[in-house]
């Protein structure tokens, strides 16, 4: 946004504040004023004070729309509560009543007024300052004449003349035209500021609220589907296998006496399953934290992550410190399940891996010069990772064109989010 258009934007939100102040002010004042009188009849108090609110909550959303034009950015609404379906008259007039907000979008009309006159006034005063001492050698000359000398001219300049009054003037309007911007930015934070703490402020504690219990349902959903996964993967895998490891012992132990021969084949069979079960369950301890995560950072483990997987992997590891642990724990597992990817499916001849961070967060990257084609669907390896990142405020992203490359990136807050 260019200069002109935020000088516009502060003078258009100071010059109609005002007049919208007043409005609801008086409206706002007047129905509270006439609800709390009479409240000795009870029913017509409430409904005169339900009025009040809402009135208030209307002249609010107003102001917030405002607020968005001088923010160029969307700005929360808080939630009101509605009344439950079938709910009777008396109960859906004393739902507003029962709001917080409600209460502040009233406590906002009639605050709202006196700092609405300041930045109505300053920016009225500042520009008529600037036009009217720029324009003052045009104008200046129809006025009457005065007998009298100004003593602040005759102190600065030595004479009070029509010239000197003219430079006086101008060097006024100059001033003032240097400053406008300053002044009328300084009134549009001072008022915008007021009824962004009064009208969106439980908004955004509200959305904070909304992500963190959306962040813990998807750690919950997260762990819960990599537990289901394991289980699914440890009974079809490893446990089958030493099923039928125990059974092949068994029948050699009962040829070791009468066919010595057979018995050392089937223990060489037995040997040959050992060594496929302890494979497979290296491959599923991916899911799994390692013991060097814990001990030695994050950095330490992708080390060794990408020292095992079977593709070659360019490392780039520029952030060394520890960092939350959950974090930790999610980015090691985006790493692991990329790579486990790339081993498996990509037919990449290299693969890249970086971890960087920049404002706050901490950034790790994973590329593959292979065939591409992977995505985020429901069943593929890479589908819950989204959700790890969202439990510990951070987001998921894979790009993988047909005929690759493919670019994973995850994104960690490098600090424990505050709510």
């Known amino acids: 946004m260019t200069m002109l258009q ?3 934007r502060d003078a258009a939100y100071n010059l109609l504040g005002l ?5 609801s002010f008086s409206l706002g004042v007047t129905l509270f004023a006439a609800g709390v009188g009479t409240l000795v009849t009870f029913f017509i108090g409430v409904a005169v004070l339900a009025a009040a609110l809402l009135t208030a909550r209307g002249f609010a959303d107003i102001e917030r729309v405002r607020l968005q034009a001088l923010h160029s950015h969307p700005v929360p609404r808080p939630r009101y509560r509605t009344a439950e379906p079938g709910a009777g008259w008396i109960r859906r007039m004393i739902t507003p009543l029962r709001q917080g907000q409600g209460w502040l979008d009233l406590l906002w009309t009639v605050l709202n007024l006196p700092i609405a006159i300041i930045a109505f006034v300053l920016t009225v005063t500042w520009w008529a ?4 001492g720029l324009t ?3 104008w200046g000359r129809f006025l009457p004449e005065d007998d009298g000398t100004d003593v602040v001219l005759e102190h600065v300049f030595g004479a009070d003349t029509s010239v000197t009054r003219t430079w006086w003037y101008t060097m006024i309007g100059v001033f003032a035209l240097l400053t406008v911007y300053a002044v009328q930015r300084g009134a549009a934070m001072l008022h915008s500021g007021f009824a962004s703490l009064l009208l969106t402020r439980l908004a955004q504690l509200q959305g904070r609220l909304d992500d963190l219990a959306e962040g813990r349902a998807a750690a919950v959903s997260a762990e819960a589907v990599a537990l289901r996964k394991l289980e699914r993967d440890i009974h079809d895998g490893p446990q ?4 039928r490891l125990a059974m092949e012992l068994s029948r050699a132990r009962r040829q070791l006496a ?3 021969g057979a018995a050392a084949s089937t223990i060489d069979g037995a040997l040959g399953q050992a060594k496929e079960t302890l ?3 290296r491959a599923l301890s991916r899911g799994i934290a390692p013991p060097i995560l814990a001990d030695r950072g994050l950095a330490a483990a992708l080390t060794s992550l990408a020292e095992r997987c079977t593709v070659p992997v360019e490392l780039d590891l520029a952030v060394e410190d520890r960092l939350p642990a959950a974090t930790e724990n999610a980015l090691y597992f985006a790493a692991a399940e990329a790579l486990s990817n790339i081993a498996k499916h990509s037919g990449a001849a290299s693969a890249r891996l970086e971890l960087t961070a920049q404002d706050g967060r901490v950034y790790l990257m994973v590329t593959d010069d292979g065939v591409g084609g992977a995505h985020l669907a429901k069943g593929h390896g890479l589908a819950g990772l989204a959700d790890r ?3 510990v405020d951070g987001e998921f992203a894979v790009d993988s064109p047909a005929g690759g490359p493919t670019i994973v990136v995850a994104q960690a807050p490098a600090t424990v989010p505050v709510a």
């Open 6 to 8: 935020r000088l516009g």
């Open 19 to 23: 007049p919208l102040a007043v409005v």
């Open 129 to 132: 300052t600037a036009l009217g």
């Open 136 to 138: 003052f050698w045009f």
């Open 240 to 243: 089958q296998r030493l099923i």
């Open 258 to 260: 009468d066919d010595p």
């Open 279 to 281: 494979d497979e369950l």
């Open 389 to 391: 990142l969202r439990a």
